[in-house]
């Protein structure tokens, strides 16, 4: 979800996005982006990889206007101090104009200071709080994906209760989309969004969704009536 985010942001539009990959690796997270962007799976590029980088350069030429950054961190490695110090170098050197910071996720990431008389979803919610002045400071809406608690998981639509540490963190963010799925869905490539917080809009918004696993790709359908 996150790799199709950065990558609409940068098809099209004269914008560029910084994508902190703190799970996989930046190279994985990039061939990813590689497999959404030319339509190939992981198997096609690795059966025929010469033809595979004249299919990638093409697609990167037609289809993004902007760049997609990749830097990677090895989990609970980074925090979001360093995050802007690399920021702001990459900016300064290649002239960069970043529309979205991507740190993707939220629970790999170190908070700059550890307590360890804190607990630790009330240490994620200062990174919420690091991450909103990050993007204040550079001008640019910072995207982190997160997890819900284990509650939730068994639920159809999520609500402002399943985001890990919500009373903490829904006082710092923007907007906050569910992404749910059913075992059935599941199987079948099908995917809702559920936006359970939005500041610049209406909430409690429900879409249907695709899910394309070998491309990494997903798309959004249209609206589920939902009545909360």
Known sequence: FAINLALNIVKKQDADVLYYACEISQELAAFR????????????????????????????????????WFKGYP???????????????????????????????????RPDKVDKDMPDWRQQADIYTQARALG?????????????????VGKKVPSMKSFQGAVEKAGIVDAAIGLCATDEEYKH????????????????????????????????????????
Request: hydrophobic share 35%.
């Open 33 to 68: 982006a590689l497999c959404n962007v030319t339509g190939w799976t992981q198997d096609d590029f690795w059966d025929n990889k010469e033809k595979g980088k004249v299919v990638a350069a093409k697609a990167l030429h037609r289809d993004l206007w902007g760049t997609v």
């Open 75 to 109: 989990s609970k490695s980074t925090t979001i101090s360093e995050i802007k110090t690399h920021a702001r170098h990459v900016i300064d050197i290649y002239g960069l104009k970043p529309k979205a910071i991507v740190i993707d996720y939220a629970e790999t990431v």
């Open 189 to 228: 490539d099908r995917v809702r969004y559920f936006v359970f917080l939005n500041r610049h809009g209406e909430a409690y918004k429900h879409y249907d969704g695709k899910v394309d696993p070998l491309r990494m790709r997903m798309t959004v359908e249209g609206e589920i009536d939902y009545t909360p």
């Open 136 to 152: 204040a400071e550079l001008g640019c809406c910072v995207i982190m994906p997160d997890r819900c608690n284990k509650e939730t």
